[in-house]
């Protein structure tokens, strides 16, 4: 599971972990998990286990397999990809050991002609590792946190916690007001709706509070969709143009 990538903020994707836990409101309708149960039905060894049916839908059941032969991938892309590191899963689920997390940096080290963009949703994971590791920021490395309503907001701050070039948010799937979160030493916002089936909707209003945060702090705002069942249909225009701001270190292709 890796390769170039229809997201529209990166260019590629590599999963050297697969497997993952439900943790909070969004994740309910993770895209993730329906295509690991996909291939887990394919019985695709990397993601045996990983989920169970609950009721009528498949859930993930905190099962990881740490995929070793994947890690070397990136050193064998030629041209320079910004790249979604576990777009599958998280790099900082409690399943996933430091030591392991270790050998995926120093393939991101030795990388250094891609841009890899990790994103989790318990940064205070990420923060204890980069506090053990007690090194110098890698530049080619872009840390996140997911912020999908209100109630995880404190993931920002967990965030500000760890060394990076670049400090990211995604505000996908976005399914409640965050209200005015403080976005200091933020460097980029992502924001999105859910789409796919039983997706939630996604108020203007949520939006435009992230938007004016952004303005007020100097973040790069990016609008990735409306999202709903039919994404393409409700497309990805806000305040009547699209919004692909990236950080200026990285001219996006």
Known sequence: ??????????DATWNPVSGCRVLSAGCTN????????????????????????????????GKTHLLEHTLDIPLTWKKPRLVFVNSMSDLFQDGVPFEYVELVWQIMEQAKLHTFQILTK?????????????????????????????????????????RAVVRFISFEPLIGPVGRVNLSNIDWAIVGGESGPNSRPLKIEWVDEIFDQ????????????????????????????????????????
Request: net charge positive; proline share 2%.
């Open 214 to 253: 952004s303005e007020k702090f100097g973040v790069h705002f990016f609008f990735k969709q409306w999202g709903g069942v039919n994404k393409k249909h409700t497309g990805r225009t806000f305040k009547g143009r699209t919004w692909d701001e990236m950080p200026s270190m990285y001219s996006h292709a």
């Open 122 to 162: 318990q940064p205070e994971r990420m923060a204890e590792f980069l506090r053990q590791r007690n090194k110098h920021a890698l530049k080619n490395v872009w840390l996140g946190t997911s912020v999908e309503d209100e109630r995880v907001v404190h993931r920002i701050a967990e965030l500000k916690r760890c």
């Open 1 to 10: 599971m890796a390769g170039l990538s229809d997201i529209e903020w990166t």
């Open 30 to 61: 993770c895209y993730a998990m329906r295509m690991a149960a996909r291939l887990q039905a394919m019985e695709h060894s990397s993601y045996k286990g990983t989920t169970r049916k609950s009721g009528n839908r498949h859930i993930w059941t």
